[in-house]
């Protein structure tokens, strides 16, 4: 294999396993990645159901093309792309900006599309949601602040398995991409917080987010940006028909400031994909305004903010900072690996593309 191993500072390991795998070029290879890589896909693909991240260094990466040439050579389809909760720049075929809000912002862990992925919660979990969605939507009819109730019924598309990023220019200071394995993370959450895992678990969560206004849609926000922004529209009713590809949200409040209340679930926390399992489901409260979220239990109960400082320590020791060097790329199962970005300055280009 024309692959050197190598390491990156605060590599993890689990069970004796590397997390992220790291490859280097052969001495007096050219560095042609998409071409180790169409030589070697089989035993690329195999070491990344093994260690779940892959991040490939030193290799001749210098331009948008090389980069698709290298996600084309492992063969995965395209997966389609809807502008929403996070704002893109489409740079080719498959190629998209991974991010165009601001660097300074921290982006907090999550897998790619989590909050609208299909997580098949049992018709236990849904009759109690249905009912907590009836409840809500009957009391918002006689409150004073909403101006519309749009209730949706949300079939969730699944996530992309896989997520490529490439580092067309890093940022001078900080801005370094986190990576956490999942299977990891339900482990530690299984033995810190046993009792909060079985009851999301038995009941399924559900998230509660108030949009931003208007005059900050283009403020460079991460996540909480206008309903208008997000979906597209000023449109109220077209905005319900795009809500739930685009975002996954069940009920939509619009409120007499402008503003817009989301609701999304039900969502099972926990994925099981072969011999690994994942923590699917962020939760909020991180990135967010405090008073604009809420975290549920299925019934309708409040998450313990408690729960949250646990969960972010257990993000914390577990991850691992990808300090990024000019031509870098990480691939990720996105299904058992969760990212994150640090706070940095600019200028800093990551790119990314994503596959079914």
Not at 21 to 28: D, F, R, S, V
Not at 90 to 102: G, P, T
Not at 276 to 286: C, E, M, N, S
Request: net charge negative.
């Amino acid at each position: 294999m024309g692959f050197i191993e190598s390491r990156v500072d605060d590599e993890k390991l689990s069970g004796g396993v590397a997390f992220p795998k790291t490859l280097l070029p052969e001495a007096g290879s050219e560095g042609d990645l998409a071409k180790l890589v169409r030589a070697e896909r089989e035993t690329l693909v195999a070491a990344l159901g093994h260690h779940s991240a892959l991040l490939f260094r030193g290799f001749q990466v210098d331009s948008i093309d090389d980069f698709e040439q290298v996600v084309e050579a492992f063969g995965w389809k395209a997966y389609p792309v809807q502008q929403g909760i996070t704002t893109r720049t489409k740079l080719s075929d498959r190629i998209y900006s991974s991010n165009d809000a601001d660097p300074e912002h921290l982006i907090s862990f999550h897998h790619e599309m989590s909050l609208v992925m299909n997580t098949r919660p049992s018709q236990d979990q849904l009759f109690l949601y249905i009912v907590l969605l009836a409840t809500r939507f009957v009391l918002s009819l006689f409150a004073s602040s909403p101006k519309n109730v749009m209730l949706v019924h949300v079939q969730r598309p699944s996530s992309p398995s896989k997520i490529f990023f490439y580092c067309s220019e890093p940022s001078p200071e900080g801005g370094e991409t986190s990576v956490v394995a999942s299977d990891v993370v339900v482990e530690m959450m299984e033995q810190r917080m046993p009792e909060f895992v079985a009851k999301a678990n038995e009941l399924g969560l559900v998230f509660i987010v108030k949009t931003a206004h208007d005059t900050e849609a283009d403020s460079g926000v991460v996540v909480n940006k206008s309903w208008k922004s997000s979906l597209r529209t000023n449109d109220e009713a077209e905005a319900v028909k795009r809500a739930p590809e685009r975002i996954g949200c069940n009920l939509i409040r619009f409120l007499e400031d402008g503003r817009a209340e989301l609701t999304t679930g039900l969502m099972k926390p926990i994925g099981v994909f072969g011999e690994k399992r994942a923590w699917l489901v962020p939760l909020l409260g991180l990135t967010e305004i405090k008073e604009d979220i809420s975290n549920l239990f299925g019934d309708g109960s409040a998450v313990p903010e408690e729960v949250l400082r646990i969960y972010t320590e257990i993000l914390e020791e577990n991850c691992v900072d990808i300090k990024w060097q000019k031509g870098d790329v990480l691939l990720l199962d996105n299904l058992v690996v969760q990212h994150a970005r640090r706070p940095g300055k600019p200028p800093r280009r990551i790119l990314a593309s994503m596959c079914k």
